[in-house]
């Protein structure tokens, strides 16, 4: 495609139960970024993979968060047992290397997750 | 945690003029970029200045770099309604395995027409 996708574009839950966050990268990137983002705030890093490295996984917020690029494409993060601040929306970049720091990063129009 | 913060927060204009927006971040960084954000919508990149870079023109679009005060400005010059949007700079450290990007609060500008 064009640019980065994300699916569902929206998702409610209800507290304690699992969700599952695809995202579908520019074709040909490399890296691959999470971020979690608040009401009001800017986004905040999650994180990073290089193909199907999961390089950096500083951001998580708990161990509830999980995150997997098992063929260097395709993403998904998974929330297990959502709690009410998990509420945000999680946006997923892609760039072409991201190792470089002028590598541009791509971003998908997000998920709103919403937890009841 | 956010990098810095962006000043200010909420901006209003009409159409024709020019916005200004500033950032403060708190660490050295390699780069400093800018994102806009519509309403329900992805961050699009706009520019980005090197921490080498002083001053950068892209269009309608100048931005400031003074690493010392570790402070950067964005001013888009004689603003549409189209730009009514949340505008986020973003700080990058290279940390060996990626550029990962540290995000300020952001401003919401408002162009009227």
């Known amino acids: 495609g064009a640019g980065v996708s994300q699916s569902p574009r929206y998702k409610v839950a209800k507290r304690g139960q699992d969700v599952a966050l695809r995202c579908d990268p520019i074709?040909?990137?490399?890296?691959l970024f999470w971020y979690q983002q608040a009401l009001g705030q800017g986004p905040e890093f999650l994180t990073y993979?290089?193909?199907?490295?999961?390089?950096?996984k500083s951001g998580l917020p708990s161990d509830r968060f999980f995150a997997e690029r098992p063929e260097g494409s395709v993403s998904t993060l998974k929330i297990q047992r959502t709690q009410q601040e998990d509420s945000a929306v999680y946006l997923c970049?892609?760039?072409?290397?991201?190792?470089?720091?002028?590598?541009?990063?791509?971003f998908g129009p997000g998920t709103r997750l919403t937890v009841l | 945690s956010q990098q810095g913060e962006e000043d200010p927060q909420a901006l209003s204009i009409q159409e024709g003029e020019n916005a200004t927006m500033n950032c403060s971040y708190k660490?050295?960084?390699?780069?400093l970029q800018w994102y806009r954000q519509n309403s329900g919508r992805g961050l699009v990149h706009l520019i980005l200045?090197?921490?080498?870079?002083r001053e950068k023109h892209s269009g309608r679009l100048r931005v400031t770099l003074d690493t010392s005060k570790k402070s950067s400005s964005l001013l888009i010059t004689a603003s549409r309604a189209a730009d009514t949007a949340s505008y986020f700079c973003?700080?990058?450290?290279?940390?060996?395995?990626?550029?990962?990007?540290?995000f300020g609060t952001g401003t919401r500008l408002q162009v009227t027409l």
């Open positions: 970049a892609s760039s072409l290397w991201g190792g470089a720091s002028t590598d541009t990063q791509y």
């Open positions: 074709s040909g990137h490399v890296s």
């Open positions: 993979f290089q193909n199907e490295a999961q390089l950096d």
């Open positions: 660490t050295s960084i390699n780069n």
């Open positions: 200045i090197r921490s080498n870079e």
């Open positions: 973003a700080t990058d450290r290279l940390t060996g395995t990626a550029s990962k990007l540290t």
